[in-house]
Nanobody
Framework: QVPLVASGGGLVQPGGSLRLSCGAF????????IGWFRQAPGKERERVSC???????DYIDSVKGRFFVSRDNAEATVFLQMTNLKPEDTAVYYC????????????????????WGQGTQVTVSS
């Protein structure tokens, strides 16, 4: 089991920002592509963003230009900077690790992510 810990969620007003962190303990993060997923109440979990082993980012259309994913392999941490947050961004956010994707790619398929962290709640409300 690869331990991943997501943190940084909270309550923020529309237009505000949050930075989520995905920490990995006792394993080499650089061997994995990392995905960020979210699940809103009553909805299916969806992929939000991912970052390849090489550091190439990918985003769903609804967060492009607002969310920015980055990684610090030395610190074994992946970040999701979220700006201009909207009420529809409210969800539990999860990070997950994928070992199988090529170096310059990250998977869009949830089933490729084999290690998951616990979620962190993000609430966007005035």
């Amino acid at each position: 089991q690869v331990p991943l810990v997501a943190s940084g969620g909270g309550l923020v007003q529309p237009g505000g920002s949050l930075r989520l962190s995905c920490g990995a303990f006792r394993f080499t993060l650089e061997h994995y592509a990392i995905g960020w997923f979210r699940q809103a109440p009553g909805k299916e979990r969806e992929r939000v963003s991912c970052i390849s082993k090489s550091g190439a980012p990918d985003y769903i259309d609804s967060v492009k230009g607002r969310f920015f994913v980055s990684r610090d392999n030395a610190e074994a941490t992946v970040f999701l900077q979220m700006t201009n947050l909207k009420p529809e961004d409210t969800a539990v956010y999860y990070c997950a690790a994928d070992l199988s994707s090529p170096y310059y790619d990250c998977s869009h398929s949830e089933s490729d992510y084999v290690y998951w962290g616990q979620g962190t709640q993000v609430t966007v409300s005035s």
